[in-house]
């Protein structure tokens, strides 16, 4: 069983920043990628950014320049950087960890952390 703890999230203002945490714990095997997804009212789920085992990263178009995804192995833990938040970016953000084994992805989520941008 895997569990990821997310944290971080809240309300800013319009230019700022915040600092999302991801932590992963149990049985947790051949880690392919972490990343972060988020999901606005009516919206789909849509990758935000992800980051592989081996420090590759990948981001949304939209945050690109804004935001940056960084992790801790040792940790198992993954951390999301936003500055300059628009009101565009409000979502509830969901942690994904992403494992391969034997030919299989499995993909396990965190419970989401509301991000609110607004004056």
């Known amino acids: 069983q895997v569990q990821l703890v997310e944290s971080g999230g809240g309300l800013v203002q319009p230019g700022g920043s915040l600092r999302l945490s991801c932590a992963a714990s149990?049985?947790?095997?051949?880690?392919?990628?972490m990343g972060w997804y988020r999901q606005a009212p009516g919206k789909q789920r849509d990758l935000v950014a992800t980051?592989?085992?081996?420090?590759?990263?990948n981001y949304a178009d939209s945050v690109k320049g804004r935001f940056t995804i960084s992790r801790d192995n040792a940790k198992n833990t993954v951390y999301l950087q936003m500055n300059s938040l628009k009101p565009e970016d409000t979502a509830v953000y969901y942690c994904?960890?992403?494992?391969?084994?034997?030919?299989?992805?499995?993909?396990?989520w965190g419970q989401g952390t509301q991000v609110t941008v607004s004056s």
């Open positions: 994904n960890l992403r494992t391969y084994l034997l030919g299989k992805y499995d993909d396990y």
């Open positions: 149990g049985s947790i095997f051949s880690i392919y990628a």
């Open positions: 980051i592989s085992s081996g420090g590759r990263t």
